[in-house]
DNA sequence: AAGTGTCA
DNA sequence: GGGC
């Protein structure tokens, strides 16, 4: 008996390339190396530990995250927002590495959207039972810049509802080093990750990680 | 509701 | 349910 987890779209998952799945949404498969990634993801969380956000409406995400970059994400009582102090420390966010950026950079340009320059890593750690609910990144002031998600470690499925919430999603299953950019029209797209699951053989305290580029300012 | 829990 |  065949269990089929993904879209016969996606039987060829393991191969490197691009696949454009969307106007604007674009899926980098295996595009990155990443064991240089986890070790600058350490130095950042030993400066701006990881925490799991308060939601406006009282809500804990069970994503654990820190930022890099000139300003960092930031959510509790008050809302949405980005912030140029880790409000834990009142100090500035870790810098963005330069690899981090130009990893960004070439990404981007090579989903067609070229000078992409991130002030912004949000780096999101998801452990075993951890899932993104649906929603839009909506608090950046250009909307005009493309958003670069880079998966690290445990493979999870990416959810794409594009225009409105309602689904269903297009489901896409991100992989270590895995790239997916949306932009232009995708950019307002409404997006959310499937908790995730334990492989079986994974170590308990295995996680994925991921980092998000944004240009917030 | 970038929350969780429950029911149909 | 909890940070400002």
């Given at each position: 008996?065949?269990?089929?987890?993904?879209?016969?779209?996606?039987?060829?998952?393991?191969e490197?390339?691009?696949?454009?799945?969307?106007?604007?949404?674009?899926?980098?498969?295996?595009?990155?190396?990443?064991?240089?990634?986890?070790?600058?993801?350490?130095?950042i969380?030993?400066?701006?530990?990881?925490?799991?956000?308060?939601?406006?409406?009282?809500?804990?995400?069970?994503?654990?995250?820190?930022?890099?970059?000139?300003?960092?994400?930031?959510?509790?009582?008050r809302?949405?927002?980005?912030v140029?102090?880790d409000?834990?420390?009142?100090?500035?966010?870790?810098?963005?590495?330069?690899?981090?950026?130009?990893?960004?950079?070439?990404?981007?340009?090579?989903?067609?959207?070229?000078?992409?320059?991130?002030?912004?890593?949000?780096?999101?750690?998801?452990?075993?039972?951890?899932?993104?609910?649906?929603?839009?990144?909506?608090?950046?002031?250009?909307?005009?810049?493309?958003?670069?998600?880079?998966?690290i470690?445990?493979?999870?499925?990416?959810?794409?509802?594009?225009?409105?919430?309602?689904?269903p999603?297009?489901r896409?299953?991100?992989?270590?080093g895995?790239?997916?950019?949306?932009?232009?029209?995708?950019?307002?797209?409404?997006?959310?990750?499937?908790r995730?699951?334990?492989?079986?053989?994974?170590?308990?305290?295995?996680?994925?990680?991921?980092?998000?580029?944004?240009?917030?300012?």
């Amino acid at each position: 008996m065949t269990v089929t987890t993904v879209p016969d779209l996606f039987d060829d998952a393991r191969e490197p390339g691009l696949v454009a799945l969307a106007p604007g949404l674009a899926w980098l498969r295996r595009h990155v190396a990443t064991a240089p990634l986890v070790a600058a993801i350490e130095q950042i969380a030993a400066a701006a530990p990881w925490r799991h956000l308060t939601t406006p409406f009282g809500g804990r995400m069970s994503v654990a995250m820190t930022n890099a970059g000139a300003v960092g994400w930031h959510s509790d009582a008050r809302g949405y927002r980005y912030v140029e102090h880790d409000p834990l420390s009142g100090r500035p966010w870790p810098a963005m590495p330069a690899a981090f950026a130009a990893l960004a950079a070439e990404a981007a340009a090579r989903a067609g959207f070229p000078g992409f320059e991130p002030d912004c890593c949000l780096v999101n750690r998801y452990a075993a039972g951890a899932q993104m609910g649906v929603h839009r990144d909506y608090d950046e002031r250009d909307l005009g810049q493309p958003i670069v998600s880079v998966s690290i470690g445990l493979p999870a499925v990416f959810l794409w509802y594009g225009e409105t919430r309602r689904g269903p999603p297009l489901r896409v299953p991100v992989a270590d080093g895995d790239v997916v950019v949306f932009g232009g029209p995708a950019r307002p797209g409404y997006h959310g990750v499937r908790r995730l699951a334990l492989p079986a053989g994974a170590a308990p305290d295995a996680c994925r990680l991921n980092l998000t580029f944004r240009r917030a300012r």
